[in-house]
């Protein structure tokens, strides 16, 4: 007889009801939008938003439940037009299943939704229009960026946010009670912190640990978790110093025209498994905090690496990557824009909402006219309480 594998431990631990989750509580919590949602029987087409292992997977699952609704579930890196043209005939030969458009219609999970084509999003618009199919699109990437407007107008964005240690470090002590062992406080903070706000990288984690290493019953320990943790890959701890000190480096290098050396951290990185949009948007970053007006084009030339990262992928990225790190270090530098910019923010934060100059004031209408408003002196446009702040230092 062939034994059945178990699913990962991070399947077997998905929570059955919304009061099982942990996290996200600004969402799901007592009043909060998609606790109300749920309770008034409303379940609009949506976007959950967030990063890897945060629950967006579980949220939809369990909103489709609570709902009473049929659910289908599709990745968008594997699916296309015809597998939700099939969803769509079931439906519609099955009006059974979702009774009159609108009121009770199936629900559509499409995983990693960002990865969609316009022609693929655009397919779906008629049927989430109609209310045949309640969307739930799950992203990591910014679905401004990622979803088109048409399709993005009828969708509501919920933002997840990354689990806490403390709320990994819970899910930890889940996991080991699943597997029948016992996770000392040690090991559990170090899974919270290790995880960087991902619960599944934390389970398997736990779980790879567990089957090397703990038996059942055994108390799994701070030190048998690193023991675990030997593989080239695992020792670049995403949430730990290595991972934040690598890129500091990084930075810094291209900061100070090093370019071999930015060049051996990007190597680093990119071999430790960093994900390469994390480098990228770091870049396209440094082209505007550092190399700023110095060269305008380097923020051109970081967003068309970014791109290339997203479009091309590893193992071919790495040279968009590096001609990109070539660039940026070798770039005269200039921080004027940006020290210009927190300069004027902390005296936002520091005065408020001070009086705009009447001459600046917008003047539709004849009233707001009489009352002074797009009239005066033209020569300052700052507040008067700030009259002579100088915030961008010209050379």
Do not use: C
């Not at 964005?157 to 403390?166: G, I, S, T």
């Amino acid at each position: 007889m062939v034994k059945t594998q178990a699913p990962p431990l991070a399947e077997r631990l998905r929570p059955h009801n919304l009061a099982q989750v942990v996290g996200q509580q600004h969402l799901i919590g007592p009043g909060k939008p998609l606790a109300l949602a749920l309770e008034q029987g409303r379940v609009p087409s949506m976007i959950l938003w967030g990063p890897p292992g945060v629950g967006k997977t579980t949220l939809a699952r369990l909103i489709a439940q609570a709902a009473q609704r049929p659910f289908f579930a599709l990745s968008a890196v594997s699916a296309g037009k015809d597998e939700l043209r099939a969803i769509v005939r079931q439906l519609q030969a099955r009006s059974d299943l979702f009774g009159q458009a609108g009121t009770g219609s199936a629900v559509l999970f499409l995983d990693e939704i960002h990865r969609f084509n316009k022609a693929q999003q655009d397919f779906l618009l008629p049927y989430v229009e109609d209310g045949t199919l309640t969307l739930i699109g799950a992203t990591t990437e910014n679905p401004s960026f990622e979803v088109i407007s048409a399709l993005l107008s009828r969708l509501q964005v919920f933002v997840l946010e990354a689990l806490k240690p403390q709320e990994i470090a819970l899910i930890a002590q889940r996991g080991a009670a699943e597997l029948g062992i016992s996770l000392d406080e040690d090991a559990a903070d170090f899974l919270g912190r290790y995880a960087n706000g991902d619960a599944r990288a934390a389970l398997n984690l736990l779980e790879n640990a567990a089957r090397l290493i703990a038996p059942q019953g055994e108390t799994l320990s701070l030190a048998q978790l690193r023991q675990a943790l030997q593989g080239r890959r695992m020792r670049y701890d995403k949430g730990g110093d290595e991972h934040y000190n690598t890129i500091s480096a990084f930075i810094k290098s291209m900061r100070a025209g090093q370019v071999d050396a930015a060049l051996y951290y990007l190597a680093r990185m990119i071999e430790a498994g960093e994900d390469p949009r994390f480098i990228a948007r770091r870049m396209v970053i440094f082209a505007s905090e550092d190399v700023g007006m110095a060269l305008p084009t380097a923020l051109v030339v970081a967003n068309e690496v970014f791109r290339a990262v997203e479009t091309v992928g590893l193992p071919e990225a790495q040279i968009n990557l590096a001609h990109g790190v070539v660039y940026l270090a070798s770039a005269p530098k200039d921080r004027r824009a940006y020290d210009a910019y927190f300069s004027a923010l902390d005296d936002v934060r520091r005065h408020g909402n001070l009086d705009i100059p009447m001459h600046l004031r917008n003047a539709p209408t004849e009233l707001m006219r009489e009352l002074g408003y797009g009239q005066g002196q033209r020569e300052h446009y700052l507040p008067d309480a700030l009259r002579s702040r100088r915030y961008y230092q010209v050379e």
